[in-house]
């Protein structure tokens, strides 16, 4: 078995060598297996941080109603809110990147992003591609995205909700 390091004395698999020896009638199978186990984790990590981001705004909510009105104070909230649900794509998107990377299918950082942001988005168009054994992973980076847009969608709606009344209108 083929290893390589990661900056410290730990050994890992070389997953790409591992992928090289699989017959090449079987990898589309392959890429949307690894795609589902990757797309459960992410929508998982989705939740966690959907779950960490209502905690904060919760007590941040609370600490502007036992307050003076703040108007500011509730525009600045809700900028964050925004923010922070923005990052959370990101670090989603960088994940699949890096997932990508590690498995040998892209091996530059920055075309992984690229190639990870496309298909999160749905956009689906660039110069980056997969292999076409592989391909079949892009649907699931796709699929991923629509699932956590829309939960992040429905989270959306509550905030807006929620900053009316704050807000007053």
Same mark, same amino acid.
Request: charged share 15%.
């Given at each position: 078995?083929?290893?390589?390091?990661?900056?410290?004395?730990?050994?890992?698999? *070389?997953?790409?060598?591992?992928?090289?020896?699989?017959? *090449? *009638?079987?990898?589309?199978?392959?890429?949307? =297996?690894?795609?589902?186990?990757?797309?459960?984790?992410?929508?998982?990590?989705?939740?966690? =941080?959907?779950?960490?981001?209502?905690?904060?705004?919760?007590?941040? @909510?609370?600490?502007?109603?036992?307050?003076?009105?703040?108007?500011?104070?509730?525009?600045?909230?809700?900028? +964050?809110?925004?923010?922070?649900?923005?990052?959370?794509?990101?670090? @989603?998107?960088?994940?699949?990147?890096?997932?990508?990377?590690?498995?040998?299918?892209?091996?530059?950082?920055? *075309?992984?992003?690229?190639?990870?942001?496309?298909?999160?988005?749905?956009?689906?168009?660039?110069?980056?591609?997969? @292999?076409?054994? +592989?391909?079949?992973?892009?649907?699931?980076?796709?699929?991923?995205?629509?699932?956590?847009?829309?939960?992040?969608?429905?989270?959306?709606?509550?905030?807006?909700?929620?900053?009316?009344?704050?807000?007053?209108?």
């Amino acid at each position: 078995m083929v290893f390589h390091r990661w900056g410290t004395n730990k050994r890992m698999p *070389d997953l790409s060598a591992l992928l090289v020896k699989i017959p *090449d *009638d079987l990898k589309p199978m392959v890429a949307l =297996g690894i795609g589902a186990l990757i797309l459960v984790f992410l929508v998982m990590f989705h939740g966690a =941080g959907l779950h960490l981001f209502l905690v904060f705004r919760k007590r941040r @909510e609370k600490r502007l109603q036992l307050a003076l009105p703040n108007l500011l104070a509730a525009m600045l909230l809700f900028g +964050w809110s925004v923010l922070l649900l923005l990052a959370l794509h990101i670090v @989603e998107v960088v994940m699949w990147a890096y997932s990508l990377m590690y498995l040998g299918l892209i091996a530059h950082a920055y *075309d992984a992003i690229y190639y990870c942001a496309n298909a999160y988005t749905t956009l689906g168009y660039g110069t980056v591609d997969l @292999e076409s054994h +592989w391909r079949n992973i892009s649907p699931i980076i796709g699929i991923s995205g629509l699932f956590t847009f829309a939960w992040t969608t429905s989270v959306l709606v509550d905030v807006v909700g929620s900053h009316k009344q704050m807000i007053g209108s």
